[in-house]
């Protein structure tokens, strides 16, 4: 509010100059007036004791008779003199104090109109300088300068001029930040991915040398090298499949289809898509819960990523392990929590395990490290979070999705 309170503050001392000026010649014309009267009054007094002097006769009535008579009509006796009755005072002193008079009046006039004039000058002048500083802002933005601050608030037009450039600055900084973290987010996806593809293709090309070479190799070898090729291939599908799933996420152009679900559903899909893996290894999943337990979610993309928490599960799991699934809900949130008996995560692992691509010490050979963060970015898309606890007996995800029902 400064420039606004300036504004005020200049229009309050040209009010209080021109009261001061108005009141200054209200009392010099007041002088004035009493001078004038003063002056001609003792003039007119001795002429009246001169009268009675030399004409006794005359009464006191007579003459004041004379004095406040309405007739105005001269006998042409200070014409004689010189004097004109319209423009010249017959008092000399009175005609001096005119002039002088006169002389005050107009210095204080020029006086206050000048005073009047610097003030309307210097504010006029202060709203340039702010004006200017206006003006270096912009000119700093282009320069693409967004560390420029302006501390003030104020409500009036420059102020708030001043303040919508402040928050244009702010934007462009941030966006101009972001758009530096995307391009060094882009750069370390790319490096990423061109690592995670850099195996398996190396791989794949050593095979098919392998079999090019060896057009006689036998025949149990030979499928072994295709087994390898299939899962190495497998192994490429299903990086690209994810990548595509997580730069949609990215690009803000996945559509949530949102639906009252029960949990139990999503979990007995997710467990039918791991099935084969849990045979490979032998592995036992126990289900419980509360079956009238729902959520609010895209059914489809939520058996995603319960279905990749418990992939991840299996992969650190023992021949013959088995991993405890259970599903609650109150008042608040629902939530599901998957156990293993993997022997827990390592501690400088735990921080990093929803990382795009990140892998720990005990990861298999064959993981990408990318599973997790997806299931991540997917739950909490669906209003809920996901945290880890781990020992070293096993690992528990636990999954809360706070409740936002359909309205029916």
Not at 19 to 27: N, T
Not at 388 to 406: A, L, M, P, R, W
């Amino acid at each position: 509010m400064k420039n606004k309170i300036l504004l005020k503050k200049y229009l309050k001392i040209i009010l209080i100059t021109s009261i001061c000026i108005l009141s200054l010649f209200s009392i010099m014309k007041i002088y004035e007036y009493k001078t004038y009267t003063n002056v001609f009054n003792k003039k007119i007094d001795m002429i009246v004791s001169m009268i009675k002097e030399k004409y006794p006769n005359i009464t006191n009535t007579d003459i004041m008779d004379i004095i406040n008579s309405k007739e105005n009509t001269s006998n042409g006796f200070l014409e004689q003199y010189g004097i004109d009755l319209d423009k010249d005072s017959v008092l000399l002193k009175n005609e001096k104090n005119f002039k002088i008079f006169l002389c005050i009046d107009i210095i204080c006039l020029v006086s206050g109109i000048c005073a009047l004039i610097y003030i309307f000058l210097l504010y006029e002048k202060r709203k340039d300088r702010e004006l200017a500083k206006v003006t270096k802002y912009i000119e700093q933005i282009n320069k693409k300068n967004y560390s420029l601050e302006i501390d003030e608030i104020s409500e009036d037009e420059l102020s708030i001029l001043k303040n919508e450039i402040y928050k244009t600055t702010i934007m462009l900084k941030e966006t101009a930040e972001i758009s530096l973290r995307a391009k060094k987010q882009l750069q370390n996806s790319l490096e990423d991915i061109s690592h995670q593809l850099k195996t398996p293709l190396t791989s794949i090309l050593i095979i098919l040398d392998n079999l090019l070479d060896d057009p006689n190799m036998e025949d149990k070898v030979r499928q072994a090298f295709i087994k390898d090729l299939k899962r190495q291939t497998a192994n490429i599908s299903f990086l690209v499949q994810s990548l595509l799933k997580l730069s949609k996420f990215d690009s803000s152009t996945v559509h949530f289809i949102k639906e009252d679900k029960l949990l139990k559903d999503i979990i007995n899909e997710s467990t039918k898509n791991v099935a084969e893996v849990c045979d490979l290894k032998n592995v036992t999943i126990y289900i419980e819960g509360n079956n009238k337990a729902k959520i609010n979610c895209d059914f489809m993309w939520e058996i995603e990523a319960i279905t990749n928490i418990i992939k991840n599960c299996i992969e650190h799991s023992e021949n013959g392990s088995k991993i405890n699934i259970s599903y609650e809900q109150n008042n608040v949130y629902s939530s599901i929590l998957i156990q293993d008996y993997a022997g827990g995560i390592d501690k400088n692992d735990l921080p990093h395990i929803f990382e795009r691509f990140y892998k720990g010490k005990n990861a298999s050979k064959d993981s990408i490290g990318i599973g997790l963060a997806l299931a991540k970015t997917i739950i909490e898309k669906d209003h809920g979070n996901i945290s880890v606890e781990t020992d070293n007996i096993g690992t528990k995800f636990i999954i809360k999705y706070f409740h936002i029902f359909s309205k029916k």
